[in-house]
């Protein structure tokens, strides 16, 4: 081999190398994006329910994780008192708390998604399904009539 043919393959190889940062780019930017789409919604989801923790008072009705139902009574620490009877008082952990029904719920958000939900599989909206739900009970009614 001649110096001309090794110079040759150096500058080659060296012109291949631009190649590999591309294919590393390519290989690291999917990832990325997807650490990042799944690390913002629950950033958000914590946020949202720590806001909720803070709005928490006495005599406000909640839900545990673990399906319980009870109004507040006393809120220590981090400690809530939960009234889930007449006379019968647990004590739950802050963290337990879940979802506050004295909260109103926004409605436009579930009913957004509904519809894009039913769209994009074909489905009914809910003035259909009620029409026809409406148009089942009277075919029913007229067959039991008959």
């Known amino acids: 081999m001649t110096i001309s043919t090794l110079s040759f393959i150096l500058a080659q190889s060296k012109n291949n190398q631009s190649g590999g940062l591309a294919s590393i780019l390519i290989l690291v930017l999917p990832m990325a994006a997807l650490v990042y789409l799944m690390t913002v919604p629950q950033r958000k989801q914590r946020q949202k329910q720590s806001d909720m923790l803070r709005k928490v008072e006495v005599g ?5 994780t673990g399906g319980i139902v009870g109004h507040i ?7 809530f008192h ?9 004590r739950v952990a802050k963290n337990a708390i879940s979802k506050n029904l004295n909260a109103p719920q926004p409605a436009e958000a579930s009913k957004s998604r509904k519809g894009l939900l039913s769209g994009a599989l074909g489905g009914a909206s809910d003035s259909d399904s009620e029409s026809g739900s409406s148009a089942k009970a009277a075919d029913s009614k007229k067959d039991t009539d008959a």
Not at 60 to 64: F, K, L
């Open 82 to 90: 939960l009234e889930v009877d007449d006379d019968v008082v647990i």
């Open 73 to 79: 009574t006393h809120i220590e620490d981090e400690l």
């Open 60 to 64: 406000d009705e909640v839900v545990t």
